[in-house]
């Protein structure tokens, strides 16, 4: 690939993979398939700033926490310990690793919160949970046969 860089240490850096490209050569391997074909090499000499840069959103900070990769992130399993469990409640095996949530527009808050810094998330996520439960408190109010008519209308609603 060719190598761009700006600084001492990117030219250190440039020069080792130039050096290993020549010696595989030499070696006889052959070079692998290359998918990149410009690297740019950075000395935190000249570029300071950049490593203190954080992602400042709320898929930023799911981003940094838990690590979204291909549009999931998986999230670790969780569960009250159960009386007669000594591992905390949690399963044995692959279920240990967590379950695997996608982040994408079909999750309303998420498609919500997605862009909004993560100083202004607890004030809507507040105010998202009050109304969900006044929801519940409006349903659990309700007797059996309104709760009865408002099925009836989900199933002459169009889907």
């Known amino acids: ?6 600084g001492d240490s990117s030219r ?4 080792l ?10 070696a006889g391997n052959s070079p692998p398939e290359q998918q990149i074909d410009t690297l740019v090499l950075l000395d935190r000499g000249v ?5 203190m840069c954080t992602q400042l959103t709320y898929e930023g900070l799911i981003d940094e926490m838990l690590g979204i990769n291909n549009g999931l992130v998986e999230v670790p399993y969780s569960a009250p310990p159960s009386s007669g469990d000594s591992a905390g409640g949690q399963p044995s095996g692959a279920a240990r690793k967590g379950r695997k949530v996608p982040l994408n527009s079909s999750d309303v808050l998420f498609r919500e919160l997605r862009d909004v810094n993560f ?3 607890g ?3 507040r105010n998202k949970t009050l109304h969900m439960r006044e929801e519940y408190k409006e349903i659990n109010s309700r007797t059996f046969s309104e709760v ?3 099925v009836k209308k989900l199933n002459i609603m169009p889907v």
């Open 1 to 6: 690939p060719q190598v761009e860089g700006k």
């Open 119 to 121: 100083g202004s998330i």
């Open 12 to 15: 250190v850096v440039s020069n």
């Open 123 to 125: 004030p809507k996520l």
């Open 47 to 51: 570029d300071m700033v950049s490593p």
């Open 148 to 150: 009865h008519q408002f």
């Open 17 to 26: 993979i130039r050096r290993l490209g020549l010696e595989n050569d030499l």
